[in-house]
């Protein structure tokens, strides 16, 4: 029963924690944060996992080799009614925040598979509530069952493993959510699906000929950084540039060498504005078609 106190304490503190950190990821940038603030949900996140790695696992785990060693009395059947009710109260409120945590995760995955979600997901607020309210509810249930065996044998043991079973599952969750917070905190890939989905754009376009040196990297909650570098079609380039202009009068006013110098200099500097007009179209349509790219880089090779 104090191990779900304990577990029940942490979920507040954590939860708290992780909702700070959601205001503070949406700061506007800065000149000292260009990219914005997104990953200090990253941050608070594994502010978080830690926390329920020495609060939830730690205390919980000591507190129950400590009652192996020195037992408590045992639940006796007249509080039996109390300990019922208590624990049907835990269920129903947890059960019910766990329910609410997997419908709004499953709206926002948007038909994708919960698990494979939770494993691709830029988000680390969505596991860690998911598996906070689960292990919320197992631990109850675990809680109500040793608590039964206690009563049932009159030994208290049942009572101190239960304690070390949702302690050593607290800090496995711990473990998980601090694993797949340092990832994203070191800049972790995004998915190869959404790579290949702006490769596909870049593709596309008759001025490029070939992507590569391509870097990706999440930068926060559905925020992502492409950068990669172009090979740029001259050819084609060129013809566009050319069919902007009358060829004809063009012909006709290169009367002298000077001319066709002033032409040459003057076409060169269209050539190189062309690049640079390119390359911003490119990221636009790059922006439109993957909603989750927040910065595009594109430099001419």
Request: proline residues 4%; hydrophobic residues 50%; charged residues 20%.
């Amino acid at each position: 029963m104090l191990s779900e106190g304990i577990h029940s304490f942490a979920d507040v503190g954590n939860q708290a924690l992780l909702a700070l950190g959601i205001k503070r990821s949406e700061k506007a940038p800065t000149d000292e944060h260009p990219y914005g603030y997104t990953r200090a949900r990253f941050i608070w996140a594994l502010i978080s996992a830690v926390g329920i790695f020495f609060l939830g696992c730690g205390v919980t785990v000591y507190h129950g080799i400590s009652s192996l060693f020195h037992p408590h009395e045992p639940f006796t059947a007249a509080e039996l009614p109390i300990l019922i009710g208590v624990f049907i109260f835990a269920f129903v409120i947890e059960g019910g925040a766990l329910l609410m945590a997997m419908s709004a995760i499953k709206k926002e995955a948007g038909g994708v598979p919960l698990l494979k979600y939770l494993r691709e997901s830029s988000d680390p607020m969505a596991a860690a509530v998911l598996l906070e309210d689960s292990a919320a509810v197992i631990g109850v249930a675990i809680a109500a069952a040793c608590v039964g065996l206690s009563i049932a044998t009159h030994n208290p043991m049942w009572d101190s493993v239960g304690s070390i079973i949702i302690g050593v599952m607290l800090g496995w969750i711990a473990i998980v959510l601090v694993n797949r917070n340092r990832e994203l905190l070191l800049g972790e890939a995004p998915s190869r699906e959404v790579v290949e989905r702006v490769q596909a754009v870049l593709g596309a376009q008759p001025e490029v000929d070939a992507v590569h040196d391509i870097k990706a990297v999440v930068l926060g909650s559905g925020r992502l950084r492409f950068k990669a570098e172009v090979d740029f079609d001259g050819t084609e380039l060129a013809r566009q540039k050319l069919t902007q202009m009358d060829l004809e009068a063009t012909l006709a006013s290169l009367t002298n060498q000077d001319a066709l110098e002033a032409f040459l200099l003057k076409f060169g500097d269209d050539m190189v504005e062309s690049v640079g007009d390119a390359v911003d179209r490119i990221e636009e349509k790059a922006a439109a078609a993957v909603p989750e790219l927040a910065h595009v880089d594109l430099e001419a090779d």
